[in-house]
C-alpha cells in the first residue's frame, strides 16, 4: 500500500475468520435451545432452592419455626409458618401463598419431584436459628435432599441438598 493511503475495511481472512468463529459458537449452543426438559429443571431447581432459603432465613426473622413439605404424589410443595399451619406469602407474588405445584406450568413442565427425605420425613422445619429439622422437629443429623427429575431429549435429575447444622441450600 502506497504510504499516506488509509486502509479501509477488513481482509478477506479477517472476515472469513469471524464466520468461523460464530458458527462454531453457535452450533455449540443449539442443543442447549431445542432441550426444553434440562432448562426446565434448571429453572425449578432454582425455584426450590431460593424457596427453601427463604423458608430459612424467614424462620431466623420470626424466631419462630417455618416448615416446608414436600408431595412427592401431589408433585408440590407448600411453606408454612408452623404454628399456625398458614402459607407464608409468596414474595414475588404476594397475592399467593409460597407453594408451588409442578404440573407444566410456571416453567415446571416435565420436571417431578421424585423424592424429599429430610431423617425420613418428606418435610423440613427451619427453627429460630435456621437449624434444619425433619418434620417432627428433630434436628438433622445427615443432608437432607429433594431429588428432581425432568425429561426432555433425555431424562436428567438433580438434587437440591439441605445441610444438617447450618441449613444452607444448595
Same mark, same amino acid.
Given at each position: 500500500?502506497?504510504?499516506? %493511503? !488509509?486502509?479501509? +475495511? @477488513?481482509?478477506?481472512?479477517?472476515?472469513?475468520?469471524?464466520?468461523?468463529?460464530?458458527?462454531?459458537?453457535?452450533? &455449540?449452543?443449539?442443543?442447549?435451545?431445542?432441550?426444553?426438559?434440562?432448562?426446565? *429443571?434448571?429453572?425449578? #431447581?432454582?425455584?426450590?432452592?431460593?424457596? %427453601?432459603? @427463604?423458608?430459612?432465613?424467614?424462620?431466623?426473622? #420470626?424466631?419462630?419455626?417455618? &416448615? !416446608?413439605?414436600?408431595?412427592?404424589?401431589?408433585?408440590?410443595?407448600?411453606?408454612?409458618?408452623?404454628?399456625? +399451619?398458614?402459607?407464608?406469602?409468596?414474595?414475588?407474588?404476594?397475592?399467593?401463598? *409460597?407453594?408451588?405445584?409442578?404440573?407444566?406450568?410456571?416453567?415446571?413442565?416435565?420436571?417431578?419431584?421424585?423424592?424429599?427425605?429430610?431423617?425420613?420425613?418428606?418435610?423440613?422445619?427451619?427453627? &429460630?436459628?435456621?437449624?434444619?429439622?425433619? &418434620? !417432627?422437629?428433630?434436628? *438433622?443429623?445427615?443432608?437432607?435432599?429433594?431429588? %428432581?427429575?425432568?425429561? +426432555?431429549?433425555?431424562? @436428567?435429575?438433580?438434587?437440591?441438598?439441605?445441610?444438617?447444622?447450618? +441449613?444452607?441450600?444448595?
Amino acid at each position: 500500500m502506497p504510504a499516506g %493511503l !488509509a486502509r479501509n +475495511g @477488513y481482509t478477506m481472512v479477517e472476515l472469513v475468520l469471524v464466520i468461523a468463529i460464530i458458527g462454531i459458537l453457535a452450533a &455449540s449452543s443449539i442443543p442447549a435451545w431445542f432441550d426444553r426438559g434440562r432448562t426446565n *429443571l434448571d429453572i425449578t #431447581r432454582r425455584r426450590l432452592v431460593g424457596d %427453601l432459603t @427463604y423458608a430459612r432465613e424467614y424462620a431466623m426473622l #420470626r424466631h419462630d419455626h417455618v &416448615s !416446608a413439605n414436600f408431595s412427592v404424589a401431589g408433585n408440590s410443595y407448600t411453606i408454612y409458618y408452623t404454628p399456625t +399451619g398458614a402459607a407464608i406469602t409468596d414474595p414475588s407474588d404476594t397475592r399467593g401463598n *409460597l407453594s408451588f405445584t409442578l404440573n407444566g406450568s410456571s416453567y415446571s413442565g416435565g420436571v417431578a419431584i421424585t423424592n424429599a427425605n429430610f431423617g425420613g420425613t418428606p418435610g423440613v422445619r427451619f427453627n &429460630s436459628w435456621g437449624t434444619p429439622c425433619d &418434620s !417432627a422437629g428433630n434436628v *438433622l443429623t445427615t443432608m437432607g435432599l429433594v431429588i %428432581l427429575t425432568g425429561t +426432555g431429549s433425555s431424562t @436428567y435429575t438433580d438434587t437440591v441438598r439441605v445441610e444438617p447444622g447450618t +441449613g444452607y441450600v444448595r
